[in-house]
């Protein structure tokens, strides 16, 4: 009886959390662009979306800061994560301390407080402007910490000798790190870089701050496209957005279901 | 000292990416540009946003008191709803459904979806010829018009903010050792008893973190009442935008960030606070069963 009530408040539940998402992918192949009225089955937003140049080029920005902020972000993070774990305990503290307060600061503040650095340098080099390479910048600087909170507890894990060892056996510093610490570290290092690229789409707030006219990705597209009102072809790019993230996920979750199973298979 | 290598260059970037960037809000929150151009030390900026706007004001009727009493209120009614909601979604969750990971993957999905396309959804339900009127028109009822409200506005944050209080408290019930309430009802507890001696004592790590990761963002998010709550209403989020984005007063801004920034340090202090008291005394597990 009770599981019956928890089963259909889960469902309730789920309702609650799709029912706007099947509205937008319903209203997306609407003819009319009215909202409470069913003009007959289109595929115009989806033809008006692809033929926008501005959506395909916020698309085009979005992917590549989310590669290369991640890719940079894991690269310094691991790097740093390294160095900070033979840090002696109060100053390893304090590091640790400066590294997590993007992660508590409101995200306006990281985002308001980054767009005056790029301003101050701006104006201290007396060129440039916000734009590519800001936008870049602070998604790089937004997503060290998370890199660095991903892979520290890994390397906690480890026997602190390690290092030396290596380089008692003769390996420059950069073979000790790539040879024996990496390796080690490696699924906090993916779990890291994974992360990043998250956090750089689905960033709007330090991205809102730290561009320029004219360079948007899609988060600040679809703002300045909501601020003008309901906008058709905003719900035909959710709907593509969301059926890629489906199938993502589930590819994923399938991969790792498979390795579990051959795993068992081992096993046994 | 050969392996120490590694972390200086990051100690200079975390000097010029997190250090430096705050250090600029505060400079610019304690000073002010005079009209030659000179850069003078004052806190004229910061005592803007606690100042009457005549002699004698009340102190929670003064503009900047409002918003900023406004913006927690929204927070805190944000917070308890998603509490009341989640909890017990996470308890079914991990009582009843824990070992079908297809249910949670579903709970997972929504927040992988860009947060303004979330929020841009309800734009369309609840704007005033939007779904929810069409539907509500369909069955014969009175149309409502609550985008741009307050309503609005919580509802935005509820859907978005909801898998913050869920999941945390999930991963603690679900962890939660059977044997305990089994030994509960040995000792003669109903139902009722053991879910308000036994389980909610135990969950509370989970609902603390759940509660923090609600309300941090709820306080200080501009666009979720920027798209819902439409231009007229207004948070702190709101105001350091406009500063920065239309006023261009960055002093005010700054003073602004700071006075943010210092609030959510006392809440995390206070959190802090209540969160170690229980543990403090005889720790979690003989708290709960003496």
Request: charged fraction near 10%; aromatic fraction near 12%; glycine fraction near 8%.
């Amino acid at each position: 009886m009770i599981k019956r009530i928890y089963q259909v408040y889960i469902g309730v539940m789920l309702l609650f959390l799709y029912a706007p998402i099947m509205v937008m992918m319903a209203l997306s192949f609407n003819e009319s662009p009215s909202r409470s009225y069913w003009g007959g089955f289109s595929l115009r937003w989806y033809r008006g979306l692809f033929a926008d140049p501005h959506i395909a080029q916020a698309l085009t920005n979005t992917l590549t800061i989310a590669l290369l902020s991640a890719l940079i972000a894991t690269v310094i993070g691991t790097i740093a994560a390294v160095g900070i774990n033979q840090l002696g305990r109060r100053t390893k503290s304090i590091v640790i301390g400066i590294t997590n307060l993007p992660v508590f600061n409101p995200e306006i503040v990281t985002g308001v407080s980054l767009m005056l650095l790029f301003m101050f340098a701006i104006r201290v080099a007396g060129m440039g402007r916000l734009g590519y390479t800001t936008l870049l910048l602070a998604h790089i600087s937004f997503n060290v910490p998370y890199v660095i909170l991903s892979v520290m507890p890994r390397l906690r894990g480890l026997d602190g000798n390690l290092f030396e060892a290596a380089m008692d056996l003769g390996a420059t510093p950069m073979q000790a790190l790539a040879k024996v610490i990496l390796p080690q570290i490696r699924p906090g290092i993916i779990t890291g870089a994974l992360l990043a690229f998250t956090l750089s789409v689905d960033d709007f707030i330090v991205s809102f701050f730290t561009t320029g006219v004219g360079v948007s990705n899609l988060s600040i597209l679809i703002f300045s496209m909501a601020r003008r009102g309901v906008n058709p072809r905003i719900n035909a790019l959710s709907t593509l957005i969301f059926l890629t993230v489906m199938v993502l996920l589930y590819l994923i979750s399938r991969r790792d279901t498979r390795k579990e199973r051959s795993m068992y298979d081992e096993e046994n | 000292m050969l392996k120490r290598i590694f972390v200086y260059p990051y100690i200079l970037w975390m000097f010029l990416f997190i250090a430096a960037p705050l250090l600029i809000v505060l400079w610019f929150a304690i000073t002010d540009t005079g009209a030659d151009g000179q850069t003078v030390f004052t806190f004229y900026h910061v005592a803007r946003f606690f100042r009457p706007a005549f002699a004698g004001e009340p102190f929670f009727q003064r503009l900047y008191i409002v918003v900023l009493t406004r913006s927690i209120w929204i927070a805190v009614l944000t917070t308890m709803v998603c509490f009341v909601l989640g909890y017990p979604l996470a308890y079914a969750l991990a009582k009843f459904f824990g070992h079908r990971s297809i249910l949670l993957f579903l709970f997972l999905v929504p927040l992988w979806m860009n947060f303004l396309l979330r929020t841009y959804a309800w734009m369309t339900i609840l704007e005033q010829n939007g779904v929810l009127n069409a539907l509500l028109s369909l069955v014969g009822l009175p149309t409502i018009d609550i985008l741009f409200t307050d309503t609005a506005v919580v509802l935005g944050m509820v859907y978005n903010f909801l898998p913050f209080m869920v999941f945390p408290i999930y991963s603690v019930l679900k962890d939660m050792d059977n044997s305990v309430i089994e030994a509960a009802q040995d000792l003669g507890a109903n139902r009722v008893q053991v879910f308000f001696r036994v389980v909610l004592p135990m969950s509370v790590p989970g609902i603390i973190s759940g509660l923090t990761m609600v309300f941090m963002p709820s306080v200080t998010s501009f666009i979720i009442p920027n798209l819902l709550g439409g231009g007229q209403f207004i948070l702190v989020g709101n105001l350091i935008e406009q500063q920065f984005m239309r006023v261009g007063d960055w002093h005010f801004g700054s003073a602004m960030s700071a006075i943010l920034i210092a609030l959510i340090l006392l809440m995390m202090g206070f959190i802090k606070l209540i969160d170690r008291q229980p543990r403090n005394k005889d720790g979690p597990a003989e708290g709960v069963l003496y």
